[in-house]
């Protein structure tokens, strides 16, 4: 996965959508991915538990929790950072 932007581009608090998570290029203007993965793997990690369980908004409306994806972006941070160490360690 390449490297996560920092979360200050998400509101304060709320719910954000799928194309804000992963992006959307071909949006005028695009969209910046968050999490930069595609909409299969994005879904294939909320069934495995890598990402966070949606919240439906409505019948065709599904959104995550703002929170939900800080604590992901956070995590995979202090991830990155652990295999960072673990590779300057075996060096």
Same mark, same amino acid.
């Given at each position: ?11 304060? @608090? =709320? ?7 992963? %992006?959307?290029?071909? #949006? ?5 991915? /968050? ?12 069934? @495995? =538990? ?7 908004? %409505?019948?065709?409306? #599904? ?5 939900? /994806? ?22």
């Amino acid at each position: 996965m390449k490297s996560i932007p920092s979360s200050n581009i998400l509101p304060a @608090s =709320g719910f954000v959508r799928l194309s804000h998570i992963i %992006g959307n290029p071909n #949006t005028y203007p695009p969209i910046p991915a /968050i999490i930069p993965v595609s909409k299969s793997t994005w879904w294939a990690g909320v069934k @495995s =538990g890598r990402f966070p369980k949606p919240i439906k908004l %409505g019948p065709r409306t #599904t959104a995550w929790r703002v929170e939900d /994806i800080r604590n992901l972006i956070s995590r995979s941070q202090v991830i990155k950072h652990e295999n960072e160490q673990d590779a300057t360690d075996a060096e």
